[in-house]
C-alpha cells in the first residue's frame, strides 16, 4: 500500500462530449481530486479524441489539475501546446518516446508535472529508469485506446513489485497512477498494491457521478 494520499482522477473520456462542462463541474463537486484527459490520435492507438483546444475551453471552467495523458506518436511536438492550454499534467508513453529523459525535462520545463506511461506488457525497467526524474508512473491496467475495458489482473503483481522498488530504492516520493477497467469492486485490490492515482471512466460515469467519486474515495481509503 502506498503512503500517498489517494486521489480519484475520472476519466473524461466516459463523460457526455455534449456536456463536457457540466461533468466537469460535477467531477468538481463530487470531490475528485483530478481530471484525466485521454489524448489519442489514431495512430498509437487506433482511438482518436480530443487535443489541446478542448483542455483550454475546459481551463476556465474548473480549478481541477488537469492530467493530460499522451496516447500519441510523438508526444514532444505538443508538449508546449497541452501545457500552455493548461495541462497541469502530462505523461507520455515510454513506447513511442526515444528520448524519453529529454521529454520529461521539457515536461517540467513546460510547468507541469511529468509522467511515464508503460503498457500493460512494456517491462518495468523503463520505470526504474524514469523514477530519477518523473514525478509519476502511469501503469496502464489495459491496453489503451478504448474505454470501458476489462481490468488486467497482471496489474496487480507489477504495481507491487514497482511500489517495492520505489520505496527501496530512493524513490518513495514517485506516484503510482492506474488507468483501466478500475471499478467500486477492485478499487480497494488496487490500492492495496500501491496505487495512489485512480482513473476510472465508466466505473465513475455509470450512474450518480458524483455518489460513485465519493464511494469510490470511501472504499479506497477504507
Given amino acids: 500500500m502506498s503512503s500517498h494520499t489517494v486521489k480519484i482522477a475520472p476519466s473524461l473520456l466516459s463523460a457526455d462530449f455534449a456536456n463536457l462542462a457540466a461533468d466537469v463541474a460535477t467531477c468538481e463537486q463530487g470531490g475528485a481530486d483530478v481530471l484525466h484527459v485521454d489524448v489519442m490520435d489514431g495512430h498509437f492507438v487506433p482511438n482518436i479524441t480530443i487535443g489541446p483546444l478542448v483542455v483550454d475551453a475546459l481551463r476556465s471552467r474548473t480549478t481541477l489539475p488537469m492530467d493530460c495523458h499522451l496516447m500519441i506518436s510523438d508526444p514532444d511536438r505538443y508538449i508546449d501546446l497541452f501545457a500552455s492550454a493548461g495541462a497541469a499534467w502530462i505523461s507520455v508513453h515510454a513506447e513511442v518516446t526515444p528520448h524519453l529523459h529529454r521529454t520529461i525535462g521539457a515536461i517540467r520545463a513546460a510547468g507541469c508535472r511529468p509522467g511515464v506511461v508503460l503498457n500493460p506488457m512494456t517491462s518495468l525497467d523503463h520505470a526504474y529508469e524514469a523514477a530519477g526524474d518523473a514525478e509519476f508512473i502511469l501503469l496502464m491496467s489495459v491496453n489503451p485506446g478504448f474505454g470501458g475495458q476489462s481490468f488486467i489482473p497482471g496489474f496487480y503483481r507489477r504495481c507491487e513489485r514497482l511500489r517495492t522498488w520505489l520505496d527501496t530504492n530512493g524513490h518513495s516520493n514517485v506516484e503510482i497512477e492506474v488507468d483501466g477497467g478500475v471499478k467500486l469492486d477492485n478499487v480497494r485490490s488496487i490500492v492495496d498494491v500501491g496505487a495512489n ?26
Fill in 197 to 222: 492515482i485512480i482513473v476510472s471512466g465508466s466505473g465513475l460515469f455509470r450512474g450518480d457521478l458524483a455518489a460513485n467519486i465519493a464511494e469510490m474515495r470511501r472504499i479506497a481509503t477504507a
